[in-house]
């Protein structure tokens, strides 16, 4: 019985794909400058897919390309939130656009980290 339930032939009832912000392609452009790659045209939640991928598949190699994107991507977010206020270059708008929801969370919390502190400097040199 378990011979005829298991043929060469027999194809897995079940195939699972990664989604197209995942690609071959998106990963070798984020391998060669994650900061390149505008991530929110690729998806709005790319790390949130990214984490559900990883925990459906074993790709330490997908893990890799996440961990690095992120961590580059971060520090250039940190610079953007700090000098907000300054008017850099005038391209902030279009910064923005490109990030995606964990990066655009990080940047709110970057920018309000220094808008307070700024402000409590100000209170602090009053008194």
């Not at 991530?39 to 690095?68: C, N, P, T, W």
Request: glycine share 10%.
């Amino acid at each position: 019985m378990l011979a005829l339930a298991s043929t060469p032939t027999s194809r897995a009832p079940l195939t699972l794909n990664l989604p197209p912000c995942l690609s071959a392609i998106v990963l070798a452009a984020l391998r060669a400058d994650p900061r390149a790659v505008p991530l929110r045209d690729q998806s709005a939640h790319f790390y949130g897919v990214g984490v559900r991928m990883l925990d459906l598949f074993d790709e330490r190699d997908i893990a890799e390309v996440l961990r690095k994107t992120f961590v580059v991507r971060a520090g250039e977010v940190g610079l953007h939130a700090r000098k907000a206020d300054e008017g850099v270059g005038g391209n902030g708008g279009e910064f923005l656009r490109g990030l995606e929801e964990w990066e655009r969370a990080l940047f709110r919390r970057g920018h309000d980290g220094v808008k307070g502190a700024k402000e409590w400097m100000e209170k602090v040199k009053k008194t």
